[in-house]
């Protein structure tokens, strides 16, 4: 009969050898010893983790800062494109079922009046949720440089944003739906040169009720079947695909600006506090001086060393 001590033993022989197999070490490359430099490993060897940032500035997890409203904005994007993906399953954008696709799935469908709901309200949230985070980005002043060309994309996503809110609007094809976008689309005939109504519409020929931007919106001079089938395709294909495009961009700026900016760079020990040359680590032995700190506490300003170095080991 095995003792208690025997068989704790012999588990603890066997993980060890399992653990140092060549399989196990084949997919799992780093132990878990919990030290600086396993950690770094491991976020940089692994396929998921290697997208995020093997560090971060503590401000940029700080909730009082970011007020989460960039990563809620994201996560509202998420069950939009999911629960949207669900509807799909049940609507037809033709004039004669959509509207009665959406009453069959509000009230015929196991959970979909749950789903319809989900994805109308995420979509509201994220609408909210963008500008509130905008507000944020503004407040802080982390348009400032570095970062401008991730404001500018910012601008195109809160474009999509809203696009793909108003696109979405003429989908269930009531009545309110119907004339809302019938008022909203025609606000195109002011538009300057391209709409027969608009500015310097008289320097193109060829501009005509028939033929301007707000017939490219509708499909003809009417909302009608092909005013659904261009807001369909646009709100399930175009807009989402553009708008995954963004965001991955502007993920991608955050990372290469250097991280999130932050308030007060001269309270908090920098990244790297003197030119590192290129492809070298700074010993761990000599920690950053005080007098290389930056000075300037500007957001958007203070992590350019970071950002140099993070270029540099990149
Ligand atoms: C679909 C819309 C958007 C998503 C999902 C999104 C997501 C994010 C996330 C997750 C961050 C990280 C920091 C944080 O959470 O605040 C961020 C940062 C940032 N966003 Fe957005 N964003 C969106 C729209 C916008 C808009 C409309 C603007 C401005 C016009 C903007 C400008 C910026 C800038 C400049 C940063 C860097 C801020 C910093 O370093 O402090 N974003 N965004």
Not at 147 to 154: L, S, Y
Request: glycine share 8%.
């Amino acid at each position: 009969m095995p003792t208690l001590e025997q068989d704790k033993e012999d588990k603890t022989e066997l993980r060890d050898r399992i653990a140092s197999s060549q399989i196990w070490r084949s997919i799992f490359r780093h132990g878990f010893d919990d030290t600086q430099r396993n950690r770094v490993l491991q976020m940089t060897a692994g396929f998921l983790l290697h997208t995020r940032p093997v560090k971060v500035w503590t401000h940029g997890i700080r909730l009082r800062y970011t007020w989460g409203a960039g990563g809620l904005t994201f996560l509202m994007f998420v069950v939009a494109c999911i629960t949207g993906v669900v509807l799909m399953f049940y609507y037809r954008p033709v004039p004669e079922y959509a509207y009665a696709d959406m009453k069959y799935l509000k009230f015929d469908i196991p959970f979909g009046m749950f789903m319809r709901n989900m994805h109308r309200w995420s979509a509201h949230a994220m609408v909210l949720l963008v500008l509130v985070h905008m507000l944020r980005v503004f407040l802080t002043g982390s348009y400032k440089k570095p970062r401008e060309f991730n404001w500018v994309i910012g601008v195109c996503l809160l474009t999509l944003t809203l696009l793909l809110s108003f696109t979405g609007y003429l989908l269930p094809w009531d009545q309110l739906s119907i004339w809302a976008v019938t008022v909203g689309t025609n606000m195109a005939r002011a538009t300057p040169f391209l709409g027969h109504e608009g500015p310097f519409s008289e320097f193109l020929p060829f501009i005509s009720p028939r033929y301007d931007a707000r017939s490219l919106l509708l499909g003809g001079t009417i909302v009608a079947q092909g005013t659904l089938l261009r807001f369909y395709v646009l709100h399930c294909i175009v807009l989402p695909i553009f708008a995954i495009w963004f965001v991955m961009v502007h993920f991608y700026r955050i990372r290469k600006d250097g991280g999130i900016s932050g308030p007060n760079k001269a309270l908090e020990p920098p990244l790297v506090a003197r030119p590192v040359p290129a492809g070298q680590i700074a010993p761990e032995s000599s920690p950053p001086k005080a007098s290389g700190a930056l000075p300037e506490n500007q957001p958007g300003q203070e992590n350019q060393s970071a950002r140099k170095s993070e270029g540099e080991s990149e």
